[in-house]
């Protein structure tokens, strides 16, 4: 297992609500694509049904920040200073993917877009636009 490979499973096994999730993710180089399987529990309207928005929004969080641990070989986490997250389509009841673009890391603060996904990557359900603090490592 790579290096790289080993800081992603240490974030997926440390954060409680990423298990929760159920959240996974697979990794080809340096890309990492998250996967979030479907399960009852994370459906917010069942007449639809849809997944929970707040569970796309942790989903779409959880995925930069396992971005920012496969980039970054800091063990300290990094902190969420902001996000924006759009709603684009009812997530449905199926598997949803996301991927995260690394749009400017600097010294402090990470700069990253996150798109999540069902049928068709090109039509997003989600996105999420947010900037992280990273770990200073003394």
């Not at 080809?28 to 979030?36: Q, S, V, Y």
């Not at 849809?50 to 496969?70: I, N, S, Y």
Request: charged letters at 20%; zero cysteines; aromatic letters at 6%.
């Amino acid at each position: 297992m790579s290096e790289a490979a080993e800081r992603l499973e240490a974030f997926l096994q440390r954060a409680p609500y990423v298990r929760f999730l159920g959240m996974r993710a697979e990794l080809a180089g340096d890309e990492m694509t998250a996967i979030l399987p479907f399960a009852e529990h994370l459906v917010g309207n069942v007449m639809l049904p849809a997944l929970h928005g707040g569970v796309l929004g942790a989903f779409l969080e959880a995925t930069a920040l396992a971005q920012l641990a496969v980039a970054q070989k800091s063990a300290k986490a990094p902190k969420t200073i902001d996000v924006t997250i759009e709603y684009l389509r009812p997530g449905r009841a199926m598997t949803t993917y996301a991927r995260a673009d690394l749009r400017k890391v600097g010294r402090r603060v990470a700069n990253i877009h996150v798109e999540a996904w069902q049928d068709a990557r090109s039509q997003p359900v989600a996105a999420l636009r947010g900037h992280f603090l990273l770990a200073q490592d003394q």
